[in-house]
């Protein structure tokens, strides 16, 4: 099994920074791509960025130029720096980590984390 844990959210003044954390551990042999999405009541969960293990990005429209998602093989950890922080990027985050579990498989599953809350607001 894999655990991957968040941290890293709380409340901020629009403007400032956060810098969110994510570590996946457990049965690991390598993880593919590692992303961030959030959510706000009553509507779906949206892709927030991403990136591969190759450390391609991609990101969302409304974040571009003021998020960065960056990771560390090492740790297995996934950060994302989100800066000139707005009223609409409150939400709860959540990372999602795609692992493979062996050697002799090239099979992965999704694991996703429990969320941090992330509000934006004077």
């Known amino acids: 099994q894999v655990q991957v844990v968040e941290s890293g959210g709380g409340l901020v003044q629009p403007g400032g920074s956060l810098r969110l954390s994510c570590a996946a551990s457990?049965?690991?042999?390598?993880?593919?791509?590692m992303g961030w999405y959030r959510q706000v009541p009553g509507k779906e969960r949206e892709l927030v960025a991403d990136?591969?293990?190759?450390?391609?990005?991609n990101y969302a429209g409304s974040v571009k130029g003021r998020f960065t998602i960056s990771r560390d093989n090492a740790k297995n950890t996934v950060y994302l720096q989100m800066d000139s922080l707005k009223p609409e990027d409150t939400a709860v985050y959540y990372c999602k980590t795609n692992v493979r579990h062996n050697s002799w498989s090239i099979s992965a599953s999704d694991y996703w984390g429990q969320g941090t809350q992330v509000t934006v607001s004077s």
């Open positions: 990136i591969t293990s190759g450390t391609t990005t």
């Open positions: 457990g049965s690991i042999f390598s993880i593919n791509a």
